[in-house]
């Protein structure tokens, strides 16, 4: 498998402009998170989907943050009107809810700039 | 709510030396415990988990972790350090299948520097 696939890997933009995140999820898990890591606040959680359904966004720091999640295969993570507070690395990670499990697959990340 | 403390930044360990990591949680329940790698510009990895059991547990890597639930604990072990070690590694804990343990909270990270 070719594991979570996020995109673009970098992306730097100019503050009020809109910024798309997307994130391909490994086949047949049925989670599905973003998370945000910063040097101040660490890694954390945005909101995560369970069966394309989204369970918790109470860590989307405000009304200029969404998330979708179409169908099991594709998530956006969608920014409007981005600010320079909203630089950092965004992680998309998926898992499977089967028993022993628990372990999330990240992806390498999306390190967005906002000038 | 269930939260995660690493109380060390940095630290810098000789190639060879061993080295702990330590991770103190706080949560009401039987936690699940986590700890990850991050390595420069990549995502996260899953060194090693615990849910129940045995209270020493074995990862990837030749990483081991004891929860110790008198101290609210899960530290991290390697006898002996590789250069190739040097990255974050990130305690996280989840609250268990009840309360949904997809939903991990993370420590701040601690960057272990390796010296020759």
Known sequence: ?????????????????????????????????????????????????????????????EDRFSAKMPNASFSTLKIQPSEPRDSAVYFCASSFSGPSTGELFFGEGSRLTVL | AQSVTQPDIHITVSEGASLELRCNYSYGATPYLFWYVQSPGQGLQ??????????????????EAEFKRSHSSFNLRKPSVHWSDAAEYFCAVGGGENTGFQKLVFGTGTRLLVSP
């Not at chain 1, 696939?5 to 989670?31: A, F, N, W």
């Not at chain 2, 899953?46 to 990483?63: E, H, M, P």
């Open chain 1, 1 to 61: 498998d070719a594991g979570v696939i996020q995109s673009p890997r970098h992306e730097v933009t100019e503050m009020g402009q809109e910024v798309t995140l997307r994130c391909k999820p490994i086949s047949g898990h049925d989670y599905l998170f973003w998370y945000r890591q910063t040097m101040m606040r660490g890694l954390e959680l945005l909101i995560y989907f369970n069966n394309n359904v989204p369970i918790d966004d109470s860590g989307m720091p």
């Open chain 2, 46 to 63: 899953l060194l090693l988990k615990y849910f129940s059991g045995d209270t020493l547990v074995q990862g990837i890597k030749g990483f």
